[in-house]
């Protein structure tokens, strides 16, 4: 049984920073590639970034690039998403997802298992 569990959401002004983290247990993390999407009330869910199953490669939204960082600690079992320059437009439930392969995807349907999910609100 795959789980994933997301964190490090919360409250937080315009231009500032959170971490969000993800611990994954029941499959080989180090195998496959992580992503981070989200979705904002009345809106799609939209892709934000994904990490090759090795870091060495990372993909992002145009909206979020130069802004957020994502990157993983197989160690750990953990994926992160460093997210600066916090804007309005910024505010939504973020998941992280894992697909059953090793380089990342856009697309949420490559995606087979899902966090619940942390919300991240930003005031302005």
């Known amino acids: 049984q795959v789980r994933l569990v997301e964190s490090g959401g919360g409250l937080v002004q315009a231009g500032g920073s959170l971490r969000l983290s993800c611990l994954a247990s029941?499959?080989?993390?180090?195998?496959?590639?992580m992503g981070w999407f989200r979705q904002a009330p009345g809106k799609e869910r939209e892709f934000v970034a994904a990490?090759?199953?090795?870091?060495?490669?990372?993909y992002y939204a145009d909206s979020v690039t130069g802004r957020f960082t994502i990157s993983r600690d197989n160690a750990k079992n953990t994926v992160y998403l460093q997210m600066n320059s916090l804007k309005s437009e910024d505010a939504a439930v973020y998941y992280c997802?894992?697909?059953?392969?090793?380089?990342?995807?856009?697309?949420?349907?490559?995606?087979?298992?899902w966090g619940q999910g942390t919300r991240v609100t930003v005031s302005s």
């Open positions: 029941g499959r080989t993390f180090s195998s496959y590639a």
């Open positions: 990490i090759l199953w090795n870091g060495a490669s990372t």
């Open positions: 997802a894992t697909l059953p392969r090793a380089w990342g995807s856009r697309a949420a349907r490559d995606y087979d298992y």
